[in-house]
């Protein structure tokens, strides 16, 4: 996680209105950034499908790829992980003017913390957990607690249930593509959003 975190939410997915209240932090985390109406909506799933517990952001970019209009980086068909993890960032800062990056990532935490997502403003630091020292990227970050943490970091990724994982990416998916569908409407001039009807 990043050292300038703002505005966090923690939910659980086994909590009562967990995914009303993601929706909510969602909405408001996007309408508080700058110029969002101008930027160009770019959202870097992090992760790789070597490792269960790994295939949580390759698994919401799939998603995401499908379901939304947004530029997405890291798929489980091109998945963005520490070999390329530099190189993409160079590329969308090439390819886009100012853009609002939402980043994701899976977590490892503590035992009762398992199922958690973490939504906050600000950027997250990637790899962490495995002993990696990437940059730190993401205007809005999203993160699922998908295992405990214990010395050996990729074991805990290797033998995370993929249960889990398809359960945490498939609330943040959904919940992630109805509010960026919500604040893209939002956010369209008046006679566009009425062609859109």
């Known amino acids: 996680m990043a050292k300038h975190v703002l ?3 923690t939910v659980n997915l086994h909590d009562s209105n967990s995914r009303e209240k993601l929706y909510d932090h969602l909405i408001m ?17 992090i992760g790789s499908d070597r490792y269960t517990g790994d295939a949580l952001g390759p698994l ?46 899976a977590c490892l935490g503590k035992s009762h913390e398992i199922g958690n997502i973490e939504v906050w403003q600000g950027g997250l630091a990637a790899g962490i957990a495995v002993g990696n020292r990437l940059p ?9 607690v998908v295992n405990a943490q214990s010395q050996i970091g990729y074991l805990d990724l290797q ?20 509010a960026m569908n919500t604040i ?12 859109a009807k």
């Open 7 to 9: 505005n966090k939410l």
């Open 29 to 45: 985390l996007l309408k508080c950034q700058e110029g969002i109406h101008l930027r160009p909506l770019v959202v870097l799933c």
């Open 60 to 105: 919401i970019g799939t998603y995401l790829e499908e379901y939304t209009e947004c530029h997405v980086y890291g798929t489980l068909e091109q998945p963005v992980h520490a070999g390329n993890f530099v190189e993409m960032l160079n590329i969308i800062k090439h390819r886009f003017h100012h853009p609002l990056i939402i980043a994701i990532d």
């Open 136 to 144: 730190t990227v993401g205007d809005i970050s999203i993160i699922g």
């Open 159 to 178: 033998s995370t249930p993929l249960s889990k994982v398809m359960k945490i990416s498939k609330m943040i998916s959904e919940v992630l593509t109805e």
């Open 184 to 195: 893209q409407v939002e956010t369209m001039p008046a006679c566009t959003q009425s062609m």
